[in-house]
């Protein structure tokens, strides 16, 4: 019987570390699938958010696609321009309208722009954009006089003043906050890239006849917006242009695709919400920030119009290799406003504006002086080249993009499309003054004196950044909205994502 007893004990021992350890394997397995589960979440998430990343830069690129017709048309007609005096036989002055007419026009494009973006939105304004350039730029493809070459020209400025000030305004309104700034710089970087287009354009066609070079190289510029036309089936409509005509739902289903988080896109619809004025009937206009309302330095413009031109001032006279110069400006303009790209996001804006104004201010200022003093030989060619080169390269890294980024940041939402319109106007209209008068400004004063002048001029940029340029880098839209509707609590000096974000909980 004590045999059977132990064995009794033996068995209870036995049951009770058996039970034991199917309490443990039933605590592993809750755990195992614990883990499983929360790998299976963190995986999805990482799944969503590289897809999100994509298809949020897929949407950029594709809105950007206008501003290669813009950069395009700048760099090919600072070659073309050459072949078509020497066809059509155009005097000086209409040389100089012939350049300059196209940023004159677009701004009645940027002005119609906005308002026309409120009311059909902001993906068919871009298709509207690229239609009316196609129009133009074939009608000046064909065209045997300077008469009909001007009336390709203004539709062809009609048309990328619509797609210039959409652009940004659409990249901005469907980026998330933490990748804005450098996705809203697309759109000049589309335009440098366009610009280096033209220019390579230039050198490959430029050893066809005289009549057939410049034809075939306005031509190659409606290529870029038949890429437009298969954008539309892939990109959405803006979030907040959607909340704006009360559907809300559509705008969610946007947010879902172009953020990584359902909580983020619920947080940044209700502010989307509250700032159209949805959630509380609220319909009142905001002022909108005028001051605050940038365009790029004119000397850049001079700079990427008439490169060729200074060259040739410089010393530089065999057609071929004028061209081969301007290709350097163009590799050199693209490759920092990738840089810009990438340090947009990293660092404060206002920091790549300094550094911007300040080098571009010493580069026309250095360039100034060496077209006076150092004269056409191999120096002053070599200077000039630097110059030239390096004052692309800080205005590619500071002012191109960030002004850009700003003009799309710092509006209310119901202002954002029209207001920023405005800022492609005062772009435009710098950049055609600069191309309608560069010419006769250089005769009477010199190229020299021209730079001295606009060197000045970028100096005073410095100033305006100082003292009016305010920080946005790390703010959502609706939280820089909300600065500058509580301006009292704001001095106009930096403020941190923190501070805004207390301003919105208070609101």
Same mark, same amino acid.
């Given at each position: 019987?004590?045999?059977?007893?132990?064995?009794?004990?033996?068995?209870?021992?036995?049951?009770?570390?058996?039970?034991?350890?199917?309490?443990?394997?039933?605590?592993?397995?809750?755990?195992?699938?614990?883990?499983?589960?929360?790998?299976?979440?963190?995986?999805?998430?990482?799944?969503?958010?590289?897809?999100?990343?994509?298809?949020?830069?897929?949407?950029?690129?594709?809105?950007?696609?206008?501003?290669?017709?813009?950069?395009?048309?700048?760099?090919?007609?600072?070659?073309?321009?050459?072949?078509?005096?020497?066809?059509?036989?155009?005097?000086?002055?209409?040389?100089?309208?012939?350049?300059?007419?196209?940023?004159?026009?677009?701004?009645?494009?940027?002005?119609?722009?906005?308002?026309?973006?409120?009311?059909?939105?902001?993906?068919?304004?871009?298709?509207?954009?690229?239609?009316?350039?196609?129009?133009?730029?074939?009608?000046?493809?064909?065209?045997?006089?300077?008469?009909?070459?001007?009336?390709?020209?203004?539709?062809?400025?009609?048309?990328?003043?619509?797609?210039? =000030?959409?652009?940004?305004?659409? $990249?901005?309104?469907?980026?998330?906050?933490?990748?804005?700034?450098?996705?809203?710089?697309?759109?000049?970087?589309?335009?440098?890239?366009?610009?280096? !287009?033209?220019?390579?354009?230039?050198?490959?066609?430029?050893?066809?006849?005289?009549?057939?070079?410049?034809?075939?190289?306005?031509?190659?510029?409606?290529?870029?917006?038949?890429?437009?036309?298969?954008?539309?089936?892939?990109?959405?409509?803006?979030?907040?242009?959607?909340?704006?005509?009360?559907?809300?739902?559509?705008?969610?289903?946007?947010?879902?695709?172009?953020?990584?988080?359902?909580?983020?896109?619920?947080?940044?619809?209700?502010?989307?919400?509250?700032?159209?004025? $949805?959630?509380?009937?609220?319909?009142?206009?905001?002022?909108?920030?005028?001051?605050?309302?940038?365009?790029?330095?004119?000397?850049? %413009?001079?700079?990427?119009?008439?490169?060729?031109?200074?060259?040739?001032?410089?010393?530089?006279?065999?057609?071929?290799?004028?061209?081969?110069?301007?290709?350097?400006?163009?590799?050199?303009?693209?490759?920092?406003?990738?840089?810009?790209?990438?340090?947009?996001?990293?660092?404060?804006?206002?920091?790549?504006?300094?550094?911007?104004?300040?080098?571009?201010?010493?580069?026309?200022?250095?360039?100034?002086?060496?077209?006076?003093?150092?004269?056409?030989?191999?120096?002053?060619?070599?200077?000039?080249?630097?110059?030239?080169?390096?004052?692309?390269?800080?205005?590619?890294?500071?002012?191109?993009?960030?002004?850009?980024?700003?003009?799309?940041?710092?509006?209310?939402?119901?202002?954002?499309?029209?207001?920023?319109?405005?800022?492609?106007?005062?772009?435009?209209?710098?950049?055609?003054?600069?191309? =309608?008068?560069?010419?006769?400004?250089?005769?009477?004063?010199?190229?020299?004196?021209?730079?001295?002048?606009?060197?000045?001029?970028?100096?005073?940029?410095?100033?305006?950044?100082?003292?009016?340029?305010?920080?946005?880098?790390?703010?959502? !839209?609706?939280?820089?909205? !909300?600065?500058?509707?509580? %301006?009292?609590?704001?001095?106009?000096?930096?403020?941190? !994502?923190?501070?805004?974000?207390?301003?919105? %909980?208070?609101?």
């Amino acid at each position: 019987m004590g045999l059977v007893g132990v064995q009794g004990d033996g068995n209870g021992e036995m049951a009770l570390s058996l039970g034991s350890k199917n309490k443990y394997k039933r605590m592993d397995s809750e755990l195992s699938d614990d883990f499983e589960d929360d790998a299976s979440h963190h995986h999805h998430q990482l799944e969503r958010k590289k897809s999100t990343r994509k298809y949020v830069l897929a949407c950029a690129i594709f809105a950007s696609l206008n501003n290669v017709l813009l950069g395009y048309d700048v760099g090919v007609m600072s070659g073309a321009i050459i072949f078509i005096q020497e066809d059509l036989k155009i005097t000086e002055v209409q040389e100089e309208v012939l350049v300059g007419i196209l940023s004159i026009i677009s701004l009645l494009g940027s002005l119609a722009g906005g308002r026309t973006s409120d009311v059909i939105g902001r993906k068919w304004t871009m298709a509207f954009a690229a239609i009316v350039f196609q129009i133009g730029a074939a009608i000046m493809t064909l065209s045997s006089s300077f008469e009909v070459l001007m009336i390709g020209r203004v539709l062809a400025g009609v048309g990328i003043g619509f797609g210039v =000030m959409i652009a940004p305004v659409y $990249i901005a309104e469907i980026s998330p906050t933490v990748d804005r700034g450098s996705l809203t710089s697309f759109p000049e970087i589309f335009i440098n890239l366009g610009i280096l !287009l033209g220019y390579v354009s230039n050198y490959a066609f430029s050893g066809l006849s005289v009549h057939i070079n410049w034809r075939v190289m306005l031509a190659v510029g409606i290529l870029p917006s038949v890429f437009i036309g298969f954008a539309l089936f892939i990109i959405p409509e803006s979030p907040r242009w959607l909340v704006m005509q009360n559907r809300v739902e559509e705008a969610r289903s946007v947010l879902l695709k172009t953020n990584e988080n359902d909580t983020e896109v619920e947080e940044r619809l209700s502010e989307i919400v509250a700032a159209a004025g $949805i959630s509380n009937g609220e319909k009142n206009e905001e002022k909108a920030v005028w001051r605050e309302l940038l365009s790029p330095s004119p000397s850049l %413009h001079a700079t990427v119009y008439y490169s060729p031109e200074i060259f040739h001032d410089a010393g530089i006279v065999n057609k071929s290799k004028l061209l081969a110069a301007t290709v350097a400006v163009g590799v050199t303009k693209t490759a920092f406003i990738l840089i810009a790209t990438f340090l947009v996001d990293r660092v404060w804006r206002k920091s790549l504006l300094y550094v911007s104004t300040i080098g571009m201010t010493v580069c026309l200022f250095t360039l100034s002086i060496s077209l006076a003093i150092l004269g056409k030989g191999q120096l002053g060619i070599a200077m000039a080249l630097l110059c030239v080169c390096g004052n692309v390269a800080f205005f590619s890294v500071g002012m191109g993009p960030v002004c850009w980024i700003l003009t799309s940041e710092i509006f209310p939402l119901r202002l954002r499309a029209q207001a920023s319109a405005l800022g492609a106007v005062g772009n435009r209209v710098c950049s055609g003054f600069v191309a =309608m008068s560069f010419l006769s400004l250089a005769r009477t004063i010199t190229v020299g004196g021209t730079f001295f002048l606009f060197s000045l001029f970028s100096a005073l940029s410095v100033a305006f950044v100082y003292k009016l340029v305010p920080e946005t880098k790390g703010k959502s !839209l609706e939280q820089i909205e !909300l600065l500058f509707q509580n %301006h009292n609590e704001w001095d106009g000096s930096e403020m941190e !994502l923190g501070d805004a974000q207390h301003l919105v %909980h208070k609101a």
